[in-house]
């Protein structure tokens, strides 16, 4: 069935150990989402992609990076993870950017941060 | 940013009961969406209102859209166990480009 797949669905990493959350997608869709969610939180955007070009929320902190190599893929780098970037990471994607647009998510990627 | 707060933020009940959670913004939003989030997966759209006043029904689960386009509310009839899940309500950002989320209601329907 086409999907969004996440990869790995639980990531332990170190305090300052850099990780990277993969996600992929076989629905074509050209626009791919990272949202951060915390426990008793709303996901709240970190970036998203419409094809190549990139959209950085305000907030998102710089220890947050984002690669598209190609419409298929979707990586979340975290250069040095802090305890406060423990949280659900969800990969999502739509067809197109825009109001009302239907979102497909991922089963997420759980991280931890010792 | 703007802000979407939905009401309660948990709700326990039993089996055959009905229940209405709530979705209220001070802003103005051109559609709303309604995702059902279960535990240890991704948010699973349930459905889109669009026009103020618009009522919705999805089997037991009616959807409003308020008339003024700041809030919406979901009504469950007769609960049922495969209702349990964290609700959550999302509206266009600003920019039109991505989705703000709500906190979320979380329900849990008991036998």
């Known amino acids: 069935d086409a999907m969004v797949i996440q990869n790995p669905r639980y990531q332990v990493t170190q305090f300052g150990k850099p990780v990277t959350l993969s996600c992929s997608q076989t629905?074509?869709?050209?626009?791919m989402y990272w949202y951060q969610q915390k426990s008793s939180q709303a996901p709240k955007l970190l970036f998203h992609y419409y094809d190549k070009d990139f959209n950085n929320e305000a907030d998102t902190p710089d220890n947050f990076q984002s690669r598209r190599p190609n419409t298929s893929f979707c990586f979340l780098d975290i250069r040095s993870p802090g305890l406060g970037d423990a949280a659900m990471y969800l990969c999502?994607?739509?067809?197109?950017?825009?109001?009302?647009?239907?979102?497909?998510f991922g089963s997420g990627t759980q991280l931890s941060v010792l | 940013t703007q802000l979407l707060e939905q009401s309660p933020q948990f709700l326990s009940i039993q089996e055959g009961e009905n229940l209405t959670v709530y979705c209220n913004s001070s802003s103005v939003f051109s559609s709303l969406q309604w995702y059902r989030q279960e535990p240890g997966e991704g948010p699973v759209l349930l459905v889109t209102?669009?026009?103020?006043?618009e009522v919705k029904k999805l089997k037991r689960l009616t959807f409003q859209f308020g008339d003024a386009r700041k809030d919406s509310s979901l009504h469950i009839t007769a609960a049922q166990t495969g209702d349990t899940g964290l609700y959550l309500c999302a509206g266009d950002s600003n920019s039109g480009y991505a989705l703000n989320f709500g906190k979320g209601t979380s329900l849990l329907v008991t036998p």
């Open positions: 999502a994607t739509s067809v197109r950017q825009g109001r009302g647009e239907k979102l497909f």
């Open positions: 629905l074509n869709h050209n626009v």
């Open positions: 209102v669009v026009t103020g006043g």
